[in-house]
């Protein structure tokens, strides 16, 4: 376990970074650009691009709870989340990781790099800093496609106002190339960097990152270019990926329940567990579940007596059993309200003796409460999603990656169940029912890579943005829309579409990004999400 970040630490990093950065100095030479900082630490630059990635509640909340998740038809039925599950166009929701990231993250990992190029004695902090703004871009460009990339950031830096957008096969061609030479620069003899989030500065494991980021990313290309993807899968497979849960990249946060400005706790946990009416398991997820026998149905899935009171969610009574035996498992439909199809129930016996019938709302039932503390750890890129990505490419791209396409299926699945007691007070899938089920479930001849992609689909339960970019990439599992009177859309769009900021400031740039893609539509594909 990898110890975390004492909260004055955070604290004091986050605040410093907003200062130096985006602040405002009244004093001092005025022959100095106010906006570059002589003085800013590159490490805690880092750190705050980390945090921030899992920690910043408005990218979050807007980008995960709101559409992505229930999108996704895993978590829905909250009124909250009618905009992904429903396909309710709300634009200012596909703006806040935009601006938010851009202001932030993007401009201190972009001058993080820049102030540690070519420096002696910090060539494994640059090699993580450019392995961190590769990360962080991916996730932008999967949601918007073209954007400014080589040209980012740099309005703090070099006085860039209106940058340029880039084209998503460019961006990807450098993703790959900045993270097989960061990976090759990563040296343990030299520089070391303690104090950042992700491994407390270990240089294998950030090589298994980088490398497993880059078959993550290889894979994104199996439509457009398969021969750059065989390419890049095998030499990021050479290189070094992930082989068990240990080297799992994550964000272990602290339990706080963050606002707009605090940073420390899990942004996606908040974003759930804060709200009036918390969601309920999509039936699509649940049947997938109940349909294969899979056992996290006994431990992700609850029903909980509701008390109305969200900052108190844990103290929520269990009464699964109950009704599991009495009405069965049942979940929210896609398209539709939790106070929708209204449920009914005999009486149950409370803990405390007290008969109790039932509601609506504690009939259907929900994700593990453990799941969605603020300390919950965010998993960025599990061992579980690198062995089903191998699978994918074994099948997908003939290639030969250590073993068969069964061999690492398995290996995903266990990974993927026995990551569930990495959350606190998180359930433990017994060994048994782990290996029960990849028993009876093996790989189908025809159906190899609907198989693997719907385990990755169950695995990347709670990460919105990489779910979402796996779904459009493979096109599994099979999502049927779910449209209703208040939908904008008849079918799930597959992308965000550009802030009004930016059409209003950078309008040429912008326009030249939409004239490629035909229309700025949440329908259109990004570059890579081709048919």
Same mark, same amino acid.
């Given at each position: 376990?990898?110890?975390?970040?004492?909260?004055?630490?955070?604290?004091?990093?986050?605040?410093?970074?907003?200062?130096?950065?985006?602040?405002?100095?009244?004093?001092?030479?005025?022959?100095?650009?106010?906006?570059?900082?002589?003085?800013?630490?590159?490490?805690?630059?880092?750190?705050?691009?980390?945090? /921030?990635?899992?920690?910043?509640?408005?990218?979050?909340?807007?980008?995960?709870?709101?559409?992505?998740?229930?999108?996704?038809?895993?978590?829905?039925?909250?009124?909250?989340?009618?905009?992904?599950?429903?396909?309710?166009?709300?634009?200012?929701?596909?703006?806040?990781?935009?601006?938010?990231?851009?202001?932030?993250?993007?401009?201190?990992?972009?001058?993080?790099?820049?102030?540690?190029?070519?420096?002696?004695?910090?060539?494994?902090?640059?090699?993580?800093?450019?392995?961190?703004?590769?990360?962080?871009?991916?996730?932008?460009?999967?949601?918007?496609?073209?954007?400014?990339?080589?040209?980012?950031?740099?309005?703090?830096?070099?006085?860039?106002?209106?940058?340029?957008?880039?084209?998503?096969?460019?961006?990807?061609?450098?993703?790959?190339?900045?993270?097989? $030479?960061?990976?090759?620069?990563?040296?343990?003899?030299?520089?070391?960097?303690?104090?950042?989030?992700?491994?407390?500065?270990?240089?294998?494991?950030?090589?298994?990152? $980088?490398?497993?980021?880059?078959?993550?990313?290889?894979?994104?290309?199996?439509?457009?270019?398969?021969?750059?993807?065989?390419?890049?899968?095998?030499?990021?497979?050479?290189?070094?990926?992930?082989?068990?849960?240990?080297?799992?990249?994550?964000?272990?946060?602290?339990?706080?329940?963050?606002?707009?400005?605090?940073?420390?706790?899990?942004?996606?946990?908040?974003?759930?567990?804060?709200?009036?009416?918390?969601?309920?398991?999509?039936?699509?997820?649940?049947?997938?579940?109940?349909?294969?026998?899979?056992?996290?149905?006994?431990?992700?899935?609850?029903?909980?007596?509701?008390?109305?009171?969200?900052?108190?969610?844990?103290?929520?009574?269990?009464?699964?059993?109950?009704?599991?035996?009495?009405?069965?498992?049942?979940?929210?439909?896609?398209?539709?309200?939790?106070?929708?199809?209204?449920?009914?129930?005999?009486?149950?016996?409370?803990?405390?003796?007290?008969?109790?019938?039932?509601?609506?709302?504690?009939?259907?039932?929900?994700?593990?409460?453990?799941?969605?503390?603020?300390? $919950?750890?965010?998993?960025?890129?599990?061992?579980?999603?690198?062995?089903?990505?191998?699978?994918?490419?074994?099948?997908?791209?003939?290639?030969?990656?250590?073993?068969?396409?069964?061999?690492?299926?398995?290996?995903?699945?266990?990974? $993927?169940?026995?990551?569930?007691?990495?959350?606190?007070?998180?359930?433990?899938?017994?060994?048994?029912?782990?290996?029960?089920?990849?028993?009876?479930?093996?790989?189908?001849?025809?159906?190899?890579?609907?198989?693997?992609?719907?385990?990755?689909?169950?695995?990347?339960?709670?990460?919105?943005?990489?779910?979402?970019?796996? /779904?459009?990439?493979?096109?599994?599992?099979?999502?049927?829309?779910?449209?209703?009177?208040?939908?904008?859309?008849?079918?799930?769009?597959?992308?965000?579409?550009?802030?009004?900021?930016?059409?209003?400031?950078?309008?040429?740039?912008?326009?030249?990004?939409?004239?490629?893609?035909?229309?700025?539509? /949440?329908?259109?594909?990004?570059? /890579?999400?081709?048919?």
């Amino acid at each position: 376990m990898r110890p975390v970040i004492k909260t004055i630490t955070r604290l004091t990093a986050t605040i410093l970074l907003f200062l130096t950065v985006f602040g405002c100095n009244k004093f001092g030479d005025l022959n100095t650009d106010p906006t570059k900082s002589s003085n800013l630490d590159p490490v805690n630059q880092l750190m705050f691009a980390q945090l /921030w990635f899992s920690g910043d509640l408005n990218s979050q909340e807007r980008t995960s709870y709101f559409l992505l998740i229930p999108m996704m038809q895993q978590l829905n039925g909250a009124y909250n989340t009618r905009y992904g599950a429903l396909y309710v166009k709300e634009e200012p929701f596909f703006w806040g990781i935009w601006e938010n990231s851009y202001g932030n993250d993007v401009a201190n990992i972009v001058d993080a790099v820049a102030r540690t190029n070519g420096v002696t004695n910090q060539s494994n902090l640059n090699a993580m800093c450019r392995i961190m703004k590769v990360y962080t871009f991916a996730r932008l460009t999967d949601l918007f496609g073209d954007l400014p990339y080589f040209e980012a950031g740099k309005a703090f830096r070099d006085g860039v106002k209106k940058p340029k957008y880039d084209e998503q096969k460019d961006i990807y061609d450098d993703f790959l190339k900045e993270l097989s $030479a960061a990976s090759a620069q990563l040296d343990a003899s030299k520089d070391k960097v303690s104090n950042e989030i992700f491994y407390k500065g270990d240089i294998p494991s950030w090589k298994k990152f $980088a490398n497993s980021l880059r078959l993550r990313l290889a894979l994104r290309l199996v439509k457009r270019d398969p021969e750059r993807a065989k390419k890049e899968v095998q030499a990021a497979f050479d290189a070094g990926v992930f082989t068990s849960n240990a080297d799992i990249c994550m964000t272990r946060h602290e339990d706080i329940s963050n606002n707009y400005q605090d940073i420390r706790g899990n942004s996606v946990s908040v974003s759930f567990n804060t709200k009036n009416q918390m969601t309920r398991i999509c039936t699509t997820f649940l049947n997938q579940l109940k349909s294969t026998d899979d056992p996290r149905l006994n431990y992700l899935v609850r029903c909980y007596k509701e008390n109305g009171i969200p900052s108190r969610f844990l103290e929520r009574e269990d009464i699964t059993a109950q009704i599991k035996a009495k009405n069965g498992l049942i979940g929210s439909d896609p398209g539709r309200y939790i106070y929708e199809d209204e449920l009914s129930s005999s009486a149950i016996t409370l803990a405390s003796g007290e008969s109790y019938v039932p509601t609506n709302v504690d009939l259907k039932c929900q994700l593990n409460h453990n799941l969605l503390r603020n300390n $919950a750890p965010f998993l960025h890129l599990t061992y579980a999603e690198v062995e089903l990505l191998l699978a994918d490419a074994t099948v997908r791209l003939g290639l030969n990656l250590g073993g068969s396409a069964q061999t690492h299926y398995q290996k995903g699945i266990e990974a $993927a169940m026995q990551q569930l007691s990495l959350y606190p007070s998180g359930p433990v899938v017994p060994a048994s029912e782990i290996s029960g089920f990849i028993a009876n479930n093996p790989l189908a001849a025809g159906r190899e890579l609907e198989q693997i992609n719907t385990q990755l689909w169950i695995a990347l339960l709670l990460n919105g943005p990489e779910t979402y970019a796996n /779904w459009r990439r493979s096109g599994f599992p099979a999502l049927v829309p779910s449209p209703s009177d208040e939908s904008t859309s008849l079918t799930i769009p597959r992308r965000f579409q550009y802030p009004l900021s930016e059409k209003e400031q950078n309008a040429q740039n912008v326009q030249a990004a939409i004239q490629r893609i035909g229309e700025d539509d /949440w329908l259109k594909r990004v570059w /890579w999400d081709q048919q």
